[in-house]
C-alpha cells in the first residue's frame, strides 16, 4: 500500500510568509509526528498526534507553529511569519500505535529566502 | 535532554567489505534502539531495533550490537553494496518502543566506493 505522503516536496517562501505543509499517513495508522531536519542534523522532534487524544506540543520550537490532524487522518503543521531559520526538511511519520516503528515520509524542504 | 552522538560523521568503504557505524549514547535509562537509514531526498528507513536487555540483533545483511558498560551502539553491514550509501542515524528512546520519546543522533554519511 502507499506510504506517507508530504507535500509539497519543496517550498520556496519569503520571510514573513506563512506556509502550510500536508501530510497524509499510512491508512489505519493512529499515531503521527512532526520532526525537522536541519541541514547535515538530525531528526528534531516537533509534535506528535496519538488518536483522539490532546498532541504533544512541546517540541514546537515557538508559538509561530501549529499543527492540525483531523481524526486519524491528513495533519497539516503550519508556521506563521516564517524565518531564515525555519528553513529545513519537515518529516511527517506514521505509526500503526504509539509503540510500533515509525513510517516517514520523504519530507518537504522548505527555504526562506 | 540528553543526547545520542556519533563517532564519525563520514565513513568510506569499498564495495564488498564490512562496514560499522557507531553510537555513543549518554542517557542510562535508554532502553530502546533503532538504526534508520536516509537517502538523499528521502525519509529515514527503518533498518533494525535492539532492546536493552539483548547485546546482539541480527537482520539481512545488518547486525546492530549494543555495549551497555560503555553506552555504544554499532550498526555492522556485511558486504557492502552501492546501494548502502545513504546517511545512517541512530535513535533511542529511555522506554521500550516508544516512539514518542526517540532520540535521534545526526548521523553517519557512508560513502561506498566501487
Known amino acids: 500500500g502507499a506510504g506517507v505522503s508530504q507535500s509539497p516536496s519543496n517550498k520556496v517562501t519569503e520571510k514573513g510568509k506563512d506556509v502550510e505543509l500536508r501530510c497524509d499517513p499510512i491508512?489505519?495508522?493512529?499515531?503521527l509526528y512532526w520532526y525537522r531536519q536541519r541541514l547535515g542534523q538530525g531528526l528534531e522532534f516537533l509534535i506528535y498526534?496519538?488518536?483522539?487524544?490532546?498532541?504533544?506540543k512541546s517540541g514546537l520550537p515557538s508559538d509561530r507553529f501549529s499543527a492540525e490532524r483531523t481524526g486519524e487522518s491528513v495533519s497539516t503543521l503550519t508556521i506563521q511569519r516564517t524565518q531564515q531559520e525555519d528553513s529545513a526538511v519537515y518529516l511527517c511519520?506514521?505509526?500503526?500505535?504509539?509503540?510500533?516503528?515509525?513510517?516517514f515520509g520523504n519530507g518537504t524542504r522548505l527555504t526562506v529566502t | 535532554g540528553e543526547s545520542v552522538g556519533l563517532h564519525l560523521p563520514t565513513l568510506s568503504v569499498q564495495e564488498g567489505d564490512n562496514s560499522i557505524i557507531n553510537c555513543a549514547y549518554s542517557?542510562?535509562?535508554?532502553?530502546?534502539f533503532i538504526w534508520y537509514k536516509q537517502e538523499s531526498g528521502k525519509g529515514p528507513q527503518f533498518i533494525i531495533d535492539?532492546?536493552?536487555?539483548?547485546d546482539k540483533r541480527q537482520g539481512q545483511r545488518v547486525t546492530v550490537l549494543l555495549n551497555k558498560t560503555v553506552k555504544h551502539l554499532s550498526l555492522q553491514i556485511a558486504a557492502t553494496q552501492p546501494g548502502d550509501s545513504a546517511v545512517y542515524f541512530c535513535?533511542?528512546?529511555?522506554?521500550?518502543?516508544?516512539?514518542?520519546?526517540?532520540?535521534f543522533g545526526s548521523g553517519t554519511q557512508l560513502t561506498v566506493l566501487p
Open positions: 511519520a506514521s505509526s500503526l500505535l504509539a509503540d510500533s516503528p515509525l513510517h
Open positions: 491508512s489505519g495508522h493512529t499515531a
Open positions: 498526534f496519538q488518536g483522539n487524544s490532546a498532541p504533544d
Open positions: 542517557n542510562s535509562a535508554s532502553d530502546y
Open positions: 535492539i532492546r536493552s536487555n539483548m
Open positions: 535513535a533511542e528512546s529511555p522506554l521500550s518502543g516508544s516512539a514518542r520519546q526517540l532520540t
